[in-house]
């Protein structure tokens, strides 16, 4: 890959440890991906926030490089561990938890990031003009970014979205250029989908494609099924974009996704009947899901605890539009700053069963948290867990 | 052909797995052990392996996971993929881990129990 004289020296070390350590990942990146040099990003979005995932080598990492790093453009970060309006709620946080997790915020807004929280930043703000390059490290905002914002970048990882945030700059390469091979195209072939159908659709495309996917036989889905094959496609694979498409003429590789191949995700990720928990929000719900989810909601009451995860932003808006009454005066508990994935406030010696209509929730809370999961689509949740 | 995405040098045994690896859910960072019983390699330790598999999957965060692997001395000491990709990549360059990419036929020939020495310093990497 090709530097200019200012980027070698900064991975020479002559701009200080920090840029050193940001270009020694973006080299390694670019080799990596092929790129033959880096160029400007405006938007970098960072994963690694939630103590539960960087542990304590991470949080020391970041108070580390946070007394010399600044980021150079606009940079918003994933949620954390909890919401710390609602901590004192979670008896079973324990103390060590809160002052890790303090502390790797800390670290952030330090470092000059936007405090946002949230794995939806697409939710929160005005996407800038088409084409534009930014650096997502979350992959359901990579996805979105790439595939219904117009925007450009590659999964990024934790890292290279920090070393992006610190420089300003990503390696060109991949889905940042126009060049990209015939993708295969998944042909989808269940009829009146849901937003849980549409979450499998996404893990399975995640596990099948490569770098881009084509999507056919798919109409207008609302933003709710947008955001779950998002998620979906993001925990599976390493594909970070799709394409809806009209017709399957042309010569990419076609690949069915019917019922079949439905039943073998379901089976995957659903392992239990019954839920102790609801957890609603991975990605954390948006303005108009918490809309409707107050619609659905109304003269409802839930049976069990369920939680339901927005940005903060989300929520401060919703509440003036008066969205929240219904929903918690139905028993959901609005939280902020955190989500489904990874949170501690899923009590694994309390809970055994979590109910979500979310893949990427399904997983993590399968193979991170380490709790059996039932999988039903918003709809069943609400018929089933409300009186 | 062998292309080096990190470099150092070190020599060991080869842990490999046809699976690619998502290192958030799969690997449990203070252990080094893999925690999924989905993979072929469930209940092994990649410490101190050469660990070889196609290619990272999933989460962003897994670059922490490994480097969080080097700072719990369980990381691998080195790792061997086919396909490129940048949680993998970028962990890798963090934690000072070296990491080359193999062309598929090298990588399909590539076994498990297999002693290596890799120097991505000289001019036959792998021996």
């Keep these: 890959m090709d530097l200019t004289k200012e980027e070698q020296s900064a991975l020479n070390g002559e701009k200080g440890d920090v840029l050193q350590t940001a270009y020694r990942i973006l080299v390694a990146t670019g080799e990596a991906t092929n790129a033959e040099k880096l160029i400007p990003i405006t938007w970098a979005h960072l994963s690694g926030v939630n103590y539960n995932t960087i542990g304590d080598s991470g949080e020391e990492f970041l108070r580390t490089i946070s007394e010399e790093a600044k980021v150079k453009v606009k940079t918003t970060v994933n949620p954390m561990g909890f919401d710390f309006d609602h901590i004192s709620e979670f008896n079973h946080i324990d103390d060590d938890f809160i002052q890790k997790q303090k502390s790797i915020r800390n670290s952030y807004v330090k470092m000059g990031v936007e405090p946002t929280f949230s794995c939806t930043p697409y939710d929160i703000f005005d996407l800038p003009e088409k084409n534009t390059q930014v650096s997502f490290a979350e992959s359901n905002a990579a996805i979105f970014a790439n595939s219904l914002g ?31 091979t015939t993708p295969m195209t998944i042909r989808m072939k269940l009829d009146n989908p849901n937003e849980l159908d549409f979450g499998m659709l996404g893990f399975f495309a995640g596990k099948v494609g490569d770098t881009s996917v084509n999507i056919s036989g798919v109409s207008q889905p609302n933003r709710r099924s947008c955001k779950a094959l998002c998620g979906g496609m993001g925990t599976s694979g390493t594909c970070a974009k799709f394409q809806f498409v009209d017709n399957e003429e042309g010569k990419s590789e076609k690949v069915d996704f019917g019922k079949e191949e439905m039943n073998e995700v379901y089976d995957e990720l659903n392992t ?71 949170t501690p406030l899923i009590d694994t010696n309390e809970t055994d069963v979590v109910t979500t209509n979310s893949i990427k929730g399904a997983y993590y809370l399968k193979n991170s948290t380490g709790v059996d999961v039932n999988l039903k689509p918003l709809s069943k949740i609400i018929e089933d867990e409300t009186k | 052909m062998t292309k080096v995405i990190v470099n150092g040098k070190t020599e060991g045994t080869v842990l490999k797995t ?52 080097k700072a719990n001395n369980v990381a691998p000491i080195a790792m061997i993929c086919h396909k490129p990709d940048l949680t993998v990549a970028s962990g890798c360059a963090l934690a000072n881990i070296p990491m080359i990419i193999l062309s598929k036929k090298e990588f399909d020939s590539m076994e498990n129990g297999k002693e290596l020495q890799i120097d991505t310093g000289s001019e036959k990497i792998l021996t």
């Design chain 1, 272 to 342: 239990a009947e019954k839920g102790d928990l609801i957890t609603l929000g991975s990605p954390q719900l948006g303005l108009e899901e918490l809309s409707d989810l107050s619609k659905m909601l109304k003269g409802k009451s839930f049976q069990k605890r369920c939680m339901i995860f927005c940005s903060r932003s989300v929520q401060e808006q919703a509440r003036s539009l008066d969205y929240t009454n219904e929903i918690e005066r139905s028993g959901g508990e609005i939280l902020s700053d955190c989500c489904t994935c990874l």
């Design chain 1, 150 to 180: 117009g925007l450009k970048t590659n999964k990024e990882s934790a890292f290279s979205a920090l070393a992006s945030a610190i420089t300003g700059k990503s390696p060109y390469s991949d889905l940042r250029k126009d060049d990209i």
């Design chain 2, 18 to 69: 046809t699976s690619p690896i998502n290192f958030l859910g799969a690997v449990d960072k203070k252990t080094g052990m893999i925690r999924d019983k989905k993979y072929d390699i469930f209940e092994k330790s990649i410490k101190d392996k050469i660990l070889v598999f196609p290619h990272g999957i999933g989460s962003s965060v897994g670059a922490y996971t490994i480097y969080s692997l």
